[in-house]
């Protein structure tokens, strides 16, 4: 089974979630990701992993299976 690319900062990315005005956009990952311990994700035994990213000027917090890696920060 293949895992999932764990993201970096710098990393680009496309946000399949509307976030402004109804449109999936394109941002990059800022550091420091925070695991959301929601009540539905403990019921299926795993927490929610969310990623800051820089939207448009704006800072979101977006869950990690949102998210779709577009370009690496590595090359």
Request: hydrophobic fraction near 35%.
């Amino acid at each position: 089974m293949k895992k999932k690319p764990t993201l970096k900062p710098g990393d680009m990315v496309q946000v399949l979630d509307e976030v402004v005005d109804g449109q999936t956009d394109v941002g990059v990952v800022m550091a420091k990701p925070m695991h959301w311990p929601l009540v539905k994700s403990h019921t299926l035994g795993r927490r929610a992993k969310l990623h800051p990213v820089l939207v448009g000027g704006q800072r979101h917090w977006i869950d990690e299976r949102n998210l779709r890696l577009i370009e690496s920060s590595d090359g």
